[in-house]
């Protein structure tokens, strides 16, 4: 019964750290594409975990990940930035910047 109980946590942990992999990738890119989108400079082509949870919606049980990013408004400085997926599913986008209004 406990070898039973060492293949299933090992089976366990391996699906967490595929998922988590998998979700990080996720995040890379969208950071990445709402950079280029603001016409910003995404620093360190990274995405680092803050915190992580789990979150119980309609469609059920999800692992909800924070992360942090960095990024430069012009070549000059560093900013950071939040980003929180629900699953695989971006939840939240966060740069910090007031909206630009751009001249018609």
Do not use: H
């Not at 990080?24 to 709402?34: G, L, P, Y």
């Not at 995405?47 to 999800?62: F, H, I, K, T, Y």
């Not at 990940?65 to 560093?78: L, P």
Request: proline content about 1%; glycine content about 8%; charged content about 30%.
């Amino acid at each position: 019964m406990s070898n039973l109980l060492a293949v299933f946590l090992v089976l366990l942990l391996g699906w967490f750290w595929l998922d988590s992999m998998r979700a990080r990738e996720i995040a890379t890119e969208v950071c990445k594409s709402a950079c280029k989108q603001r016409e910003l400079q995404f620093l360190d082509q990274t995405v680092a975990l803050r915190r992580l949870g789990l979150a119980w919606r309609s469609e059920g049980l999800r692992m909800r990940r924070i992360y942090r990013f960095d990024f430069s408004e012009e070549g000059v400085g560093r900013r950071s930035g939040y980003l929180v997926m629900r699953g695989m599913t971006l939840e939240d986008l966060s740069f910090g910047l007031p909206t630009r209004v751009r001249d018609a």
